[in-house]
């Protein structure tokens, strides 16, 4: 399956009213307004194991689907992402959240799903072990980095970051795979010097170890702050056949982010349910490490998209002939224009 980003896909630069919300500059939400037809049902997939995606649970929980006339059946998907998108381009979900990361080399590859909404930046870090003098970016040269997937968003950030600081991320440095709850156990061996990978697990590592780690970078180092690492897709159907709908499930997810923004301590209760081992005292700490105010829509979002295929293809995680430009606006979708 391949696809083509020769030519540009127009674009409306209108908002419209209706059933949409009204959409400030910044991509953020003033208000919705629920539908007044029968409440249309959808299939969302989701990793119910990822504490970031707390909005998800928060939006089914206080009712956020609810109110933007959708009835939401949420799917447990743990399967590699090309199955996710696969899933999504064949139907058998409607909608998923997942990494930017992850999702922008198999969009490349022509699944028919659009990125249409997102919620949150942040999630993904890389700490060096103090044993092993890997306390920076630079200090990772010649070093192992222990991951717990060779094609993780971790890998695939980091290796973009080391390559903007001088570092080959594939002749410089060498990734090596462990079961992610293994990794402290691979530094404490020798085997890596610093771990690439995301929370709960490197918070986790880091307090069975206390003071053995420190943090090298995140995806929220320098010019990522402002950046988003969740989004949002939709399987390419139902955005041409239902583009109502699509806007509903974008309103309802960047509406629960925002509460997750400004209730961390509400939304770790609702959350831990789906993360018993981690407590909530815990999670409450790491959603405040997260930027859930932070879920560009329309144009926001696919210039963010945009920013991202540059640096894939500049790390070569994208082909070079892949122009970012007209791939940003083939995998990106505005429901609310």
Not at 84 to 95: I, N, R, V
Not at 132 to 144: E, P, Q, Y
Not at 288 to 301: E, M, V
Request: aromatic share 8%; glycine share 8%.
């Amino acid at each position: 399956m391949t696809a083509s980003f020769s030519r540009p896909v127009s674009r409306r630069g209108v908002l419209r009213g209706g059933a949409a919300a009204a959409v400030v500059a910044s991509g953020g939400l003033i208000a919705s307004q629920a539908f007044s037809q029968q409440a249309r049902k959808l299939t969302f997939a989701w990793n119910a194991a990822a504490f970031c995606l707390s909005p998800v649970v928060v939006a089914q929980e206080r009712g956020y689907f609810e109110r933007n006339g959708l009835q939401v059946d949420l799917i447990n998907y743990t399967g590699s992402t090309d199955q996710l998108l696969e899933s999504l381009a064949t139907a058998k979900a409607d909608a998923a959240v997942g990494m930017i990361h992850r999702w922008l080399k198999p969009l490349e590859s022509g699944f028919d799903v659009k990125i249409v909404g997102s919620s949150h930046g942040g999630c993904v870090r890389l700490v060096g072990a103090r044993s092993a003098g890997a306390t920076s970016l630079a200090s990772l040269k010649g070093k192992i980095i222990g991951v717990s997937d060779i094609a993780s968003p971790g890998k695939n950030f980091f290796s973009i970051l080391l390559a903007k600081n001088g570092i080959d991320a594939d002749k410089d440095v060498t990734w090596r795979q462990y079961p992610a709850d293994l990794l402290d156990i691979a530094v404490q061996k020798g085997e890596i010097h610093a771990i690439a990978d995301g929370d709960p697990n490197v918070y986790l590592i880091e307090k069975r170890n206390k003071g053995a780690f420190v943090e090298i970078a995140s995806n929220l180092s320098g010019e990522y702050k402002d950046k988003v690492c969740c989004i949002v897709g939709a399987r390419g159907e139902l955005v041409r056949k239902d583009k109502p709908a699509v806007a509903a499930l974008v309103r309802a997810i960047a509406q629960a982010s925002d509460y997750v923004a400004e209730n961390p301590n509400e939304s770790a209760k609702l959350f831990a349910k789906y993360s018993p081992k981690v407590p909530i005292e815990d999670l409450r700490a790491l959603l405040g490490t997260l930027t859930h105010n932070h879920h560009p829509l329309g144009k926001n979002l696919r210039d963010e998209v945009e920013f991202y295929a540059r640096d894939f293809r500049g790390a070569g995680v994208l082909k070079k002939t892949t122009d970012p430009v007209r791939f940003a606006e083939h995998v990106s979708f505005d429901p609310l224009a």
